[in-house]
Structure formats: C-alpha cells, structure tokens
C-alpha cells in the first residue's frame, strides 16, 4: 500500500497542474468596433463626406499584433499573418472581429470602390482606392464595443492629369479640345476653375470642373475657342489644393 503512494501523489500533480500548453492559450472576446476615420495628411474632414466613406463599396479590416512590421502598401494579398479580418459596414462603420484579450493590436484596411466579399477579395488581386492604419489598442476582458481611427491615404500620389490638346486652327482661328482627370480617389469634393490669360482673343468652356468621390475616376473635357494662335491657360491650384497637398 505505502508503494503506491507516491504514484497516487504524481497523478495528483498533474492533474491540479494540467497541460501546460492550454496554460498558454490565448483567450479571446468577440467585440464590435466602431470606425473613426482622419485624413493621413493632417487635413479636418468636410462635412459632405465627414466618415471619408463616400464613393467606398467595401473596406476589409485586418486585425494584427502591434509588433508586426508591415507596410500596408505593399498589399493585402502579401498580409498573410493575422489574427482576424472582417468587412466593414459601410452604413454603421462598425466591424465584428475576435480579439485576443489582453494584446496589443493594431488595424490595416483596404478600401475599393466596387463591392466584394472576401471571396471576392481572395480569388483576384484587386486595387484598392486607399488604405488605412491605425494607432495600438488592448481589449481587455470587459471590453465590448470600441472605437478605432483609421489615418486614411490614397493608393497614389494625388494630382491631375491633362490629356494632350486635340486643335483645329485656320486663318480666322480655331478650336480644340483636351481632358482632364484625377489620379486619386479625392476624400472631399475637389473643384478646379480653369481660365485663359486674355480672354479677348480665347474662350474656354467650362471655366471650373468638379469631382467628387463618387465620379472622381471619369475623364471631363474642356473646349476652347481662340482667335489667335497665342495664350495661355491657368488652372488655380489654390482652389483645389486640399486634395494635391
């Protein structure tokens, strides 16, 4: 009986102790978050797209440890590290994710135009419009809602682009015409006037173009009618200068 003792003991150990793995799990809370959203280069946002979701079909969310050294440019078909992702609702800004308690995380979010599923998302490589970051958080146990600010940035250098001119000149003068169009996805209305430097002897038409993030992406046209061969056309950046900053 005293020989048995000591075997009784160790089972009782381990037992009390029990496996030293699921010591270590990690424990997890399902929690709804609210998404704030500022604009990466400083500027408030406008009141006419003050959550920066306008012309956004879809906005994945990925859940990471705040260790991991990643650039969300290089693309979320390269973010293959995780510890959950979700869509967004774009009507709530409020996403579902399972958060590990007690870790200090972080968020990349990928922002397209188009509406997709992650299914969508994972069977073809797509570009998003932006992207968005943001700063650590830690949920603890009694955590069940949090807001989160995203510091959004476009996927490009923001700025326009003008088509070569298409003109018609004889002797009495001429006509033309020539695009143009934004590189980026605008977070705000973006308006551009357009003149000439002697309006004498040209005429321009429209003399102002806008954009908004819901067309930003269409190609406009300007025409101009002139009478002598020599001018020049302005375009204000003043006015449009929240948007190329």
Same mark, same amino acid.
């Given at each position: 009986?005293?020989?048995?003792?000591?075997?009784?003991?160790?089972?009782?150990?381990?037992?009390?102790?029990?496996?030293?793995?699921?010591?270590?799990?990690?424990?997890?809370?399902?929690? @709804?978050?609210?998404?704030?959203?500022?604009?990466?280069?400083?500027?408030?946002?406008?009141?006419?797209?003050?959550?920066?979701?306008?012309?956004?079909?879809?906005?994945?969310?990925?859940?990471?440890?705040?260790?991991?050294?990643?650039?969300?440019?290089?693309?979320?078909?390269?973010?293959?590290?995780?510890?959950?992702?979700?869509?967004?609702?774009?009507?709530?800004?409020?996403?579902?994710?399972?958060?590990?308690?007690?870790?200090?995380?972080?968020?990349?979010?990928?922002?397209?135009?188009?509406?997709?599923?992650?299914?969508?998302?994972?069977?073809?490589?797509?570009?998003?419009?932006?992207?968005?970051?943001?700063?650590?958080?830690?949920?603890?146990?009694?955590? @069940?809602?949090?807001?989160?600010?995203?510091?959004?940035?476009?996927?490009?250098?923001?700025?326009?682009?003008?088509?070569?001119?298409?003109?018609?000149?004889?002797?009495?003068?001429?006509?033309?015409?020539?695009?143009?169009?934004?590189?980026?996805?605008?977070?705000?209305?973006?308006?551009?006037?357009?003149?000439?430097?002697?309006?004498?002897?040209?005429?321009?038409?429209?003399?102002?173009?806008?954009?908004?993030?819901?067309?930003?992406?269409?190609?406009?046209?300007?025409?101009?009618?002139?009478?002598?061969?020599?001018?020049?056309?302005?375009?204000?950046? @003043?006015?449009?200068?929240?948007?190329?900053?």
């Amino acid at each position: 009986m005293l020989r048995l003792i000591p075997k009784i003991l160790a089972l009782l150990i381990l037992i009390s102790c029990g496996n030293p793995e699921d010591m270590n799990l990690k424990k997890y809370r399902k929690v @709804s978050m609210k998404m704030g959203y500022s604009d990466a280069s400083s500027r408030s946002s406008s009141r006419d797209n003050e959550n920066l979701l306008s012309g956004i079909g879809t906005e994945v969310i990925y859940l990471v440890p705040d260790s991991m050294t990643f650039n969300v440019k290089d693309g979320y078909q390269n973010l293959v590290a995780f510890e959950d992702r979700a869509l967004t609702d774009i009507e709530t800004n409020r996403v579902i994710l399972n958060l590990p308690l007690d870790t200090t995380l972080k968020i990349y979010a990928y922002r397209f135009e188009d509406t997709f599923s992650l299914v969508d998302i994972d069977s073809s490589e797509r570009t998003p419009l932006s992207f968005g970051t943001s700063g650590s958080f830690i949920i603890t146990s009694s955590t @069940s809602s949090i807001t989160v600010s995203l510091s959004i940035t476009p996927n490009g250098e923001p700025g326009i682009q003008i088509g070569e001119p298409n003109i018609s000149i004889n002797n009495l003068g001429g006509s033309g015409t020539f695009t143009i169009k934004l590189n980026t996805h605008p977070k705000h209305l973006v308006t551009i006037p357009i003149s000439v430097d002697n309006p004498s002897i040209a005429a321009i038409s429209p003399d102002s173009l806008s954009f908004t993030p819901t067309n930003w992406s269409d190609t406009k046209t300007v025409t101009f009618l002139e009478n002598q061969c020599h001018y020049q056309i302005y375009f204000f950046r @003043s006015n449009y200068r929240s948007y190329i900053k």
